[in-house]
C-alpha cells in the first residue's frame, strides 16, 4: 500500500480502491433496489435523512464548521453535526476534512485529490474508487487536522465512521421494514454521494465566476440546490472561512439558514460570513462576535 505525506496525494498508483468500489456497489444496488419498494413514507425518510445527512451533516458540520471553522458552537453541538455527517457514509471527519483541507491547499494544482485537470469522470467518482488520495497516513492528518487529531471522539468516530448507519440502518429495517430502510439508506446516501461529488466535478467545470480565483472553480445554482447550498463554490473558494456560501437573496444556501438559526438561537456564535463593502466596492469577511 502507497502512503504519501502532505501534498502529492494523487500521484500515479491507481490500483483500484477496493473497500470503496464494493461499498459503492452495495449503495448503488440497494437504491436500485429501493425503487421496487415505493412508499409515502419511504419517500419522506429519504428526503429528512437526505437533509440530516446532506445539510446538518457534511454542509453544516463537516465542511463550514470543521474544516473551515466558519463559526463555533458548543462542543455537544459540534459532535451531534458532525456524527450526523457520518451519515452521509463520505468517511470519518478526520479523513474528509483532510482531504478537503488538501484540496484547499492545491486547488486544480498538482496534489489536488479530484481537480477535473485529471479527468471530469476522475474529479467525480474515479478518485474514490482508484488511487491512492484518501489513505491519509498520520503524519498527513497531523500536517492538516491537528486540531482533530487531538480529540478523542473525533479520533474514535474517524475509525467507527459507519457505525451510526449502521444502528440507523437497524433502527429503519424493525420499525419501518425494507421499503423504509432501502430509501432511507440506500437510495439517499447514493443521491447525497453524486450530490456531494459534483461540488468536485462540475462546479470545477460549469457556471459563473464572480471572483477571479486562481482555480477553476464556479458557482452553480443547480448544485446549490442539490447540496443545500454548497454548490456557490466559487464564492467558496474565493472566501474559504467564510460560513455564507450564498451571497445574494436568490442563490439558496440552506446550510447557512441552518447556521442562522442557530445564532437566533443563541447556539452558533463568532459567525464569519462575507460583507460588501459599498465605499470600496470589494467583499470581505465580518466576524459576529455573539
Ligand atoms: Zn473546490
Ligand atoms: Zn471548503
Redo the contacts with the bound molecule.
Keep these: 500500500m502507497h502512503k504519501r505525506t502532505g501534498a502529492a496525494q494523487t500521484g500515479t498508483d491507481k490500483s483500484i480502491h477496493w473497500g470503496n468500489g464494493i461499498l459503492l456497489v452495495i449503495t448503488h444496488s440497494g437504491a436500485i433496489a429501493a425503487l421496487f419498494f415505493w412508499s409515502w413514507p419511504a419517500l419522506i425518510s429519504a428526503v429528512i435523512l437526505y437533509w440530516i445527512a446532506g445539510s446538518l451533516g457534511i454542509g453544516m458540520g463537516f465542511h463550514r464548521l470543521l474544516t473551515h471553522r466558519g463559526y463555533r458552537v458548543p462542543r455537544i453541538v459540534e459532535y451531534f453535526l458532525v456524527t450526523c455527517g457520518t451519515l452521509a457514509l463520505e468517511g470519518g471527519p478526520i479523513q474528509w476534512v483532510t482531504t478537503h483541507r488538501i484540496?484547499h491547499a492545491h486547488?486544480d494544482k498538482e496534489g489536488d485529490p479530484h481537480t477535473p485537470r485529471d479527468g471530469r469522470w476522475w474529479a467525480h467518482i474515479g478518485w474514490i474508487v482508484r488511487g491512492t488520495a484518501q489513505n491519509h497516513d498520520q503524519a498527513t492528518y497531523e500536517r492538516y487536522a491537528p486540531d482533530l487529531t487531538r480529540d478523542r471522539y473525533y479520533v474514535w468516530l474517524n475509525k467507527n465512521y459507519y457505525l451510526p448507519s449502521f444502528a440507523l440502518l437497524i433502527g429503519l429495517l424493525a420499525f419501518g421494514g425494507w421499503g423504509l430502510m432501502l430509501w432511507g439508506i440506500f437510495l439517499r446516501a447514493t443521491l447525497g454521494l453524486h450530490a456531494t461529488w459534483l461540488?468536485?466535478s462540475a462546479?470545477?467545470l460549469w457556471g459563473r465566476r464572480r471572483f477571479l480565483t486562481l482555480e477553476d472553480?464556479r458557482n452553480s445554482w443547480w448544485v446549490a440546490l442539490l447540496t443545500f447550498g454548497e454548490g456557490w463554490?466559487n464564492n467558496h473558494?474565493a472566501f474559504p472561512t467564510s460560513a455564507r456560501h450564498g451571497l445574494r437573496w436568490y442563490e439558496v444556501d440552506v446550510n447557512w439558514w441552518g447556521i442562522r438559526i442557530l445564532q437566533l438561537l443563541g447556539v452558533a456564535r463568532m459567525i464569519k460570513r462575507l460583507q460588501f463593502n459599498h465605499t470600496l466596492t470589494t467583499w470581505h469577511v465580518v466576524t459576529d462576535s455573539e
Aim: glycine content about 0%; aromatic content about 0%; charged content about 0%.
Design positions: 484540496h486547488t461540488v468536485n462546479t470545477h472553480s463554490h473558494h
